[in-house]
């Protein structure tokens, strides 16, 4: 299926890895965006690793942290590259987004590389420094979700 066809607001689902095959997906897709291994650390309870569905095929991943301080980071936001262009990380974000609020959350943040930063403001998000300590060449955003 072509990352350009049309898409419906109602074939998307994101949900936790609950299998072996879900977590090969979601590790599949951060490696061939980020060139990641798949980590031998166990997830802390606070970590909420997600799966984009686009109908029956898996084509994203994301990291959400609650920060425990009324905020949630939005890591590693991939779509597969076969799936990209086609509007997918924006549904993406957006179910992000009630995730967040669903931790009771009430403002969604992220490391941006500057080539992002467009996807990003388009989407609501401001530039801010919420993290003191941060990459050079990485720009924080926020969006206030309330």
């Not at 419906?8 to 090969?24: F, I």
């Amino acid at each position: 299926m072509s990352a350009n066809m049309p898409r419906r607001e109602s074939c998307y689902r994101l949900d936790s890895p609950r299998c072996a095959q879900d977590w090969h997906a979601y590790h599949g897709i951060r490696g061939r965006v980020f060139n990641l291994p798949r980590p031998d650390e166990d997830i802390s309870p606070n970590t909420h690793p997600l799966l984009l569905w686009h109908e029956d095929q898996p084509i994203g991943a994301i990291q959400v942290d609650d920060l425990r301080n009324t905020a949630a980071a939005l890591r590693l936001v991939a779509i597969d590259p076969a799936w990209q262009g086609g509007g997918h990380g924006r549904a993406m974000l957006e179910r992000a987004e009630a995730f967040v609020k669903t931790l009771g959350c009430h403002k969604a943040v992220v490391y941006s590389t500057p080539e992002a930063v467009g996807f990003y403001a388009h989407a609501g998000y401001d530039e801010e420094d919420w993290d003191a300590v941060c990459l050079a060449g990485i720009v924080q955003m926020l969006k206030q979700l309330d």
